[in-house]
């Protein structure tokens, strides 16, 4: 290889290894540019990684298996970009021996080990380097080795936090709305006890997470494939619930303003929309969605049923059509990507709870699990 081909390959692999570590870990916005490291890393791992998920059995061991991506993804992405800094400055080394005064050469072979050396700097061994910018290449690795391995370890604790709050949502809305839970649920409870006021404050609480989560997933898209350590529990599922019951009242509920339930409705899709864009998932529509006209009817005796006034006629019908329709292709899109199960609006054969304190307690005394 010549000189200045390694000088070359060197300096784009350098470059495009500290761009894409940049933009990933330190840039607090989504990239809009397609032409990333990271976007093809993840396309072809998950692709590999979610068909051998497939063939299992839907439970415990497909979850399992799907789970551990997530985190192994981060280490292996750690592990392409000190790789590609390594191979870019031993290129540069290799290449910059052509100023050499004493003629001796080392092989391609030897520059990759010592720049290997250089950027964890164990200093295993005495830098054969023979010119200035040799020696002063080396303490350049270094430092980047070492300021690129001090930043990995700091950037895994955020990836975490951001997780855990996330998570932490889905379990207080497991335990108000039963496991696994639908959208019929959660109204029915809330109508039942009567309590709309306390309605608008859970929306709110969920306004407030979404908003959050634009921000983390819009800036770290691969939290989107971290799984909740609990298997009947996934985030794409709790945020069609509350889309779901924000499109049931805005639609169909009446004397309950719709102020929050739009709101929340709003920062909710944007949420989705964004974490579709960074991964890149086409939205998939279908003809009926997840509500096909027999649930419809059903979801709306179990609403009356529960106590809300209803506002009936086909208006309804036709305002919660044209709503779903701007969530529910990109729910079907993400969930056909990344294996998550969508909710179903309610569940079959589902009823009023008539007696409030009963019905709590068995739940209590089920078993978690």
């Known amino acids: 290889m010549s000189y200045r081909l390694a000088a070359l390959v060197g300096i784009i692999l350098i470059m495009a290894s500290l761009q894409d570590a940049f933009e990933v870990v330190l840039l607090p916005r989504r990239v809009e540019r397609n032409f990333r490291f990271v976007h093809y890393f993840y396309r072809a791992t998950w692709a590999v990684w979610s068909r051998m998920g497939a063939i299992l059995r839907v439970g415990t061991a497909r979850e399992s298996f799907l789970g551990i991506y997530g985190p192994l993804s981060m280490v292996l992405l750690f592990a392409c970009w000190g790789v590609g800094l390594i191979t870019g400055f031993g290129f540069l080394q290799y290449a910059l021996q052509v100023g050499a005064s004493s003629g001796v050469t080392a092989t391609l072979a030897h520059q990759m080990y010592m720049s290997g050396d250089a950027f964890f700097t164990l200093g ?18 270094a430092g ?65 997470w979404a908003a959050e989560l634009i921000e983390s997933h819009s800036s770290y898209p691969m939290l989107g494939f971290y799984r909740s350590q609990h298997e009947k529990q996934s985030w794409l599922a709790s945020l069609a619930i509350i889309l779901d019951c924000c499109t049931i009242i805005v639609a169909g509920v009446d004397k309950m303003s719709p102020l929050q339930a739009g709101g929340t409705f709003a920062a909710a899709r944007r949420m989705l929309i964004e974490i579709g864009r960074s991964l890149n998932v086409k939205p998939i529509p279908q003809p009926d969605g ?80």
């Open 144 to 208: 980047i080795g070492f300021g690129f391995i001090g930043l990995m370890v700091g950037y895994l604790p955020v990836l975490y936090h951001h997780f855990s709050q996330r998570d932490l949502q889905l379990i207080q809305l497991d335990a108000r709305a039963g496991s696994p839970p639908t959208a019929g649920t959660v109204l029915s409870r809330y109508g039942t006890e009567g309590n709309l006021h306390e309605l608008n404050e859970w929306l709110r609480e969920w306004e407030a």
């Open 124 to 141: 295993a061994e005495v830098p054969t380097a023979q010119t200035l910018g040799s020696h002063l290449l080396i303490f350049v690795e």
């Open 290 to 369: 997840r509500l096909p006209k027999e649930k419809f009817e059903q979801l709306a005796a179990l609403l009356v049923a529960s106590g809300f006034e209803w506002k009936s006629g086909a208006e309804v019908e036709e305002t919660m059509r044209l709503l779903r329709g701007t969530y529910e292709p990109m729910l079907q899109g993400l969930s056909s990507y990344l294996l998550l199960p969508l909710p179903a609006w309610l569940r079959d054969g589902e009823g009023v709870e008539l007696d409030g304190r009963g019905s709590l307690a068995k739940r209590l005394m089920q078993r978690v699990d």
